[in-house]
C-alpha cells in the first residue's frame, strides 16, 4: 500500500490548495438534555434543557473539512441575515473560509435543521427551510464572484440538499463551463433528480439510494448495482461516478471501464452525519493533489471512518488522517 505517497500528499500538496465550494448553506443546531419522564399532557418525553450547539452543515461542512484538510476554502451561498446565518459567516470565517460569495437574502431564513438529543440518541428533528430556487440576483451575485475567484482556484465543489442554491439548469451549466474554460476540477454531490442539469462535470458522488431513485430502479444485487450506476452515468453525462455504499464502501464508475470497489474500513460507527461530505472533499483534494481516483477514493474510505466514530455532523483533519494511515502501515 502506498501509505507514504497518501501522507506526503496530504501533508505536503494539500495546503498549497485552492478549492471553492458552491451550494446549500446550513445550520445544524444540537438541544441536548435529559429525559426524566414522559408528559402527562401526551406520551412524549420531556427533554430536561441541558446545553444547545451549532454546527456548520450542508456546503458548509465541505468547507470545513476542506480546511481540516488544510485546503484554502472558499464559500458560495444564500444566508439570511438572521441569528443562524450571522452565526454560521462568523464560523467560517473564523475558521479560515474566505465568505465574500455568500449573498444575504432575508426573503427566506437561513437553513437550519434542530435535532433535540438525549444520550446520544435522537428524539426528533425540526427543519426551518425554504426549498424554492434562490433568486436570479443571487444568482448573479454568485456568478460573478465564481467569474473573480476561478483564476486561482484548484477546484469547485457543487454541494446541492436541495435547498435552492443549485435548482436552476442554466445556473449549473454556466457554472461548470466556467470551470471548463479554465481547467479547474470540477465535483458535485446532488440530491436531486435532475441528474442531467450535472452535464460534464468531472465527478459525481451519490449514494447508493440517490442513485437509485435518480434512474428509477430497485438496486438490491451487485448486477442492479452495475446497471444503474452505468445508467446514472449515461444519463447525467458526467465524466465519473463515485457512489458511496456506506459499510460497502466506494464504487468507482468510468466510461469504458468496469466497476472498481473500494472496501470500506472496519470501525464502530456511532454517526454518518456528514460521511458523504468527507469522502468528496477528500476525493477532490486527493485528485488535484496528484494522486489517481482510485488512490484517492482509498484515501476517502480512511477519512470516512474517521469521522463515522464522532458523534454529530463532523470533519476529518488532516493530521487525524495521517495519524489512521499510519497506524495502517504499522498494523
Known sequence: MKIKEYTDAISQSFCNKQVLVIGDLMVDRYINGKVRKISPEAPVPVLDYKEK?????????????????????????????????????????????????????NSRPTTMKTRYTTKGYQLLRVDRE?????SKEAQDSIYKYCEKVIGKTDAVILSDYL??????????????ALCE????????????????????????????????????MNVETEEDINKAGNRYLEDSMAKMLVLTRGDKGISVFSKGESRRD???????VFDVSGAGDTVLSTITMGII??????????????????????????AITSKEL?????EEQDS
Request: hydrophobic share 45%; no cysteine; glycine share 10%.
Open 163 to 176: 435547498k435552492g442554491v443549485l435548482k436552476d439548469k442554466d445556473f449549473i451549466s454556466r457554472i461548470v
Open 262 to 268: 473500494f472496501p470500506a474500513k472496519d470501525v464502530e
Open 130 to 134: 425554504i426549498t424554492e430556487e434562490i
Open 322 to 326: 495521517i495519524k489512521t494511515l499510519n
Open 53 to 105: 450547539r451549532y454546527v456548520a452543515g450542508g456546503a458548509s461542512n465541505v468547507v470545513n473539512n476542506l480546511i481540516g484538510l488544510g485546503a484554502k476554502a472558499s464559500v458560495a451561498g444564500v444566508v439570511s441575515d438572521d441569528d443562524a446565518g450571522r452565526w454560521l459567516v462568523n464560523d467560517l470565517s473564523s475558521g479560515g473560509a474566505s465568505v465574500d460569495g455568500i449573498f444575504f437574502d
Open 289 to 314: 493533489s496528484g494522486l489517481n481516483i482510485d488512490d484517492s477514493v482509498k484515501v476517502a474510505n480512511y477519512a470516512a471512518g474517521v469521522v463515522i466514530t464522532k458523534r454529530g455532523t463532523a
Open 181 to 216: 474554460a479554465n481547467n479547474v476540477f470540477v465535483a458535485a454531490d446532488t440530491k436531486t433528480l435532475n441528474i442531467e442539469f450535472y452535464k460534464n462535470v468531472d465527478m459525481l458522488t451519490p449514494n447508493i439510494d440517490e442513485m437509485a431513485n435518480a434512474v428509477g
